[in-house]
């Protein structure tokens, strides 16, 4: 089973509130990018790793289980990762973001 990740994240000034949050979906195996422009930072609002939908990250439309998810420790991980810096590269795998 293919699983993916779902990360919200937001860019912020100097601690201020952004209203615009991004979303960014990455399939194991693959590499998602988090990118700030500059003088600002990556504030991660939510991540879910596991399988939530069968119609991402699956592209031969296989009958896949979609009750699989991580969002606590996938959340907690990726803010150790990726918060207060302008840009993070974050590995698609279970190693990474286990379920």
């Not at 699983?3 to 860019?11: H, R």
């Amino acid at each position: 089973m293919s699983l993916y990740i779902i990360v919200l994240w937001t860019c912020l000034l100097f601690n201020t509130v952004s209203s615009k949050i991004l979303t960014q979906f990455g399939c194991e195996g693959s590499t998602v990018s988090l990118t700030c422009s500059y003088g600002y930072y990556i504030s991660i609002v939510r991540a879910n790793y596991g399988r939530f939908s069968i119609s991402v990250c699956n592209h031969l439309a296989r009958e896949w289980g979609t009750d699989c998810g991580s969002e606590e420790r996938s959340t907690e991980r990726l803010k150790k990762m990726c918060n207060h810096l302008p840009t993070c590269q974050v590995p698609i795998n279970s190693s990474l973001v286990p379920t």
